[in-house]
C-alpha cells in the first residue's frame, strides 16, 4: 500500500472558513488590545494640525476618498461603469495603488485610536467607531488575502470589497464626520 | 512604472504594520498605568476617564482645553463644572452621573482646576 502521490486541493469551503477566521482573528485582536490596554489620552504626532484629533480626521477623509476612487476604479473593471470607453492597462494597478495608500493613510489614525483612547462606551456613536475600526481592518485582511489566493467564488472579491467599503464610510461617519459637523465648541478644524 | 509604484507602496504598506504593531506594544508613555506623580486622588479620576479626550495633561483633544486655567475660565464656579460633569453636555461631553461617584466627580473637578 502506497500513499496518494497528488494531494487534493483544499475545498472551496475550507479557503473561505480560513478567510473568515483571519478576519476574525483580526477584528478581535484589535478589539481586545483596545479593551485591555491602558489608554494613554496622548497626542503624539499632529504634523501641521493643531492636534492629533485633528490630523486623524483629515487622513481618514483622505483614506475614504481613496477608497471611493478605489471602488471607481473597481467598477471599471469590472465593466461596471463605462468610463473612460476603453478600460486603459494601467487600471489594475491604480486600483490597487489607491488601496495601499488608504491602508497607509489609515494607520496612524487607528494607531492613536488603540492607543490612545482605546475600545471605548461612552455613548452609542462611540460604541459604533470601536466596532467599526475593529470590523474595517478584519474585513480589509479578507479582502488582502482573498486577492492572494485562488480557486475562490468570483463573487467574493467585489463582495468584500463592498462590505470594507461600508466599513470605511461608517468609521468615518461617526468619527470625522461627527467631528467636522457636530465637534465641541472652540476646537478648530483644523 | 506604476507596477514598481504600486510594488513600492506594498512594501512600505508591510512595513508599517509591522511598525504599527511594534509601537502598540512598545511605545508605553512615561508613567503610564500609574497614578501621576505628586497628584491627588483626581489625578487617577482623571487619567482613567477624562484623559483620553481631554489630553493626558488636560491639554485637549477631541474635547476642549482644561489646563493653563481655561477650565477655571469657563466655569469660574466649580459648581458648574461638576453639573457639566455630572450630566454631561451637548457637543460630545457624555455624563458620568452612575460611572463616577459624587466624591470622584468633586475630585477631578478639583483636579482639572490645578493643571
Not at chain 1, 89 to 110: I, K, Y
Request: net charge neutral; charged share 15%.
Amino acid at each position: 500500500m502506497t500513499a496518494p502521490a497528488t494531494t487534493a486541493p483544499r475545498p472551496m469551503s475550507v479557503r473561505l472558513l480560513g478567510l473568515l477566521l483571519a478576519g476574525a482573528a483580526v477584528s478581535v485582536a484589535l478589539g481586545v488590545y483596545g479593551k485591555v490596554h491602558d489608554p494613554t489620552g496622548e497626542q503624539p504626532y499632529t504634523l501641521f494640525f493643531t492636534g492629533t484629533i485633528n490630523l486623524k480626521v483629515w487622513f481618514a477623509t483622505v483614506a475614504i476618498l481613496l477608497a471611493a476612487l478605489q471602488l471607481l476604479l473597481a467598477a471599471r473593471l469590472y465593466g461596471k461603469i463605462s468610463i473612460p470607453k476603453k478600460s486603459p492597462p494601467w487600471l489594475g494597478d491604480a486600483h490597487r495603488l489607491t488601496g495601499t495608500l488608504a491602508f497607509l493613510v489609515s494607520l496612524p489614525v487607528a494607531y492613536h485610536c488603540l492607543w490612545a483612547l482605546g475600545f471605548q462606551s461612552t455613548d452609542t456613536r462611540v460604541v459604533l467607531h470601536s466596532l467599526f475600526g475593529c470590523f474595517f481592518y478584519g474585513v480589509f485582511t479578507v479582502k488582502v488575502l482573498s486577492v492572494r489566493l485562488h480557486g475562490l467564488p468570483d463573487w467574493l472579491l467585489p463582495a468584500v470589497g463592498g462590505v470594507t467599503f461600508a466599513a470605511l464610510v461608517g468609521l468615518w461617519t461617526t468619527s470625522s464626520l461627527w467631528f467636522i459637523t457636530s465637534r465641541p465648541a472652540g476646537i478648530p478644524l483644523l | 512604472m506604476l507596477k514598481r509604484i504600486v510594488m513600492g507602496a506594498e512594501v512600505l504598506a508591510l512595513l508599517a504594520i509591522a511598525v504599527f504593531v511594534v509601537m502598540l506594544f512598545a511605545n508605553e508613555p512615561e508613567g503610564a498605568g500609574g497614578g501621576g506623580s505628586g497628584g491627588g486622588p483626581g489625578t487617577e479620576v482623571f487619567s482613567a476617564n477624562c484623559a483620553r479626550c481631554h489630553g493626558a495633561d488636560g491639554g485637549g483633544g477631541i474635547g476642549p482645553r482644561l489646563a493653563g486655567g481655561a477650565v477655571v475660565d469657563a466655569y469660574p464656579d466649580a459648581a458648574d463644572e461638576v453639573a457639566v460633569v455630572t450630566d454631561g453636555k451637548s457637543g460630545g461631553m457624555p455624563s458620568f452621573d452612575g460611572r463616577l461617584s459624587e466624591q470622584e466627580i468633586d475630585q477631578v473637578v478639583e483636579y482639572t482646576r490645578t493643571l
